[in-house]
């Protein structure tokens, strides 16, 4: 069982920067690819951003390529979405996702076998 807890949400200017980190309990942490995915306002939920167990891959969105970068830490058994360059669009929830192993299809919410709770990022224009 993994559990995650999301923080560093918050209201940010267009242009500026937030962190997020998502931190999980349990020793099997640096065995898990880590995701993370957002829900705009009336939208449904989408990927923003992947990391491989050991850091050594990683995929992003088309739409945040660039601007935002995904890392992990397994001795803190935490993972970060670094988002720069933020716009408008970007607001939304932001869940981060573990799934016990790579695959093809680590951009689809089917896979992931625990979701933290959840932060909400809001970009003032």
């Known amino acids: 069982q993994v559990q995650l807890v999301v923080s560093g949400g918050g209201l940010v200017q267009h242009g500026g920067s937030l962190r997020l980190s998502c931190a999980a309990s349990?020793?099997?942490?640096?065995?898990?690819?880590m995701g993370w995915f957002r829900q705009p306002p009336g939208k449904e939920r989408e990927f923003v951003a992947v990391?491989?167990?050991?850091?050594?891959?990683?995929d992003y969105a088309d739409s945040v390529k660039g601007r935002f970068t995904i890392s992990r830490d397994n001795a803190k058994n935490t993972v970060y979405l670094q988002m720069n360059s933020l716009k408008p669009e970007d607001t939304a929830v932001y869940y981060c996702?573990?799934?016990?192993?790579?695959?093809?299809?680590?951009?689809?919410?089917?896979?992931?076998?625990?979701w933290g709770q959840g932060t909400q990022v809001t970009v003032s224009s």
């Open positions: 990391i491989s167990w050991n850091g050594g891959t990683t």
């Open positions: 349990g020793r099997t942490f640096s065995s898990y690819a």
């Open positions: 996702a573990a799934r016990r192993s790579w695959s093809d299809y680590v951009r689809r919410e089917y896979g992931y076998d625990y």
